[in-house]
């Protein structure tokens, strides 16, 4: 059975930074396709960044790129999302996500509105003001 425990989020004013965590069950693939997405009400979930554990360049939405950092801890199971220089419009339900195997690990996967199959952790709320 699929965990992800996520960490991290809260409060914090604009420009400033946090870093979100979200550590894997053991019972997941070594190579997978992980990341994160945030969703605002009323509005359909947003991918943020993807990166692929076994290797290969991590993905970053447009809207993000130059503030917001995806990385992994392989040992620990885990990634992490850095945000930095956070501005109001950054504020939402930041969920971690595990893509299913036969889902490419690519910006199509991060801008696609089909999310079927993925695993979700908990999410945690990021609030900018």
């Known amino acids: 059975h699929v965990q992800l425990v996520e960490s991290g989020g809260g409060s914090v004013q604009a420009g400033g930074s946090l870093r979100l965590s979200c550590a894997a069950s053991d019972d997941t693939h070594s190579s997978k396709c992980m990341g994160w997405f945030r969703h605002v009400t009323g509005k359909e979930r947003e991918g943020v960044a993807l990166i692929y554990t076994a290797g290969g360049v991590p993905i970053v939405a447009d809207s993000v790129a130059g503030r917001f950092t995806i990385s992994q801890d392989k040992d620990k199971n885990t990634i992490y999302l850095r945000m930095n220089d956070l501005k109001p419009e950054d504020t939402a339900v930041y969920y971690c996500?595990?893509?299913?195997?036969?889902?490419?690990?690519?910006?199509?996967?991060?801008?696609?509105?089909?999310?079927?199959?993925?695993?979700w952790g908990q999410g945690t709320q990021v609030t900018v003001s």
């Open positions: 996500a595990l893509l299913p195997r036969d889902r490419t690990c690519n910006v199509y996967a991060l801008r696609s509105s089909d999310q079927s199959g993925f695993w």
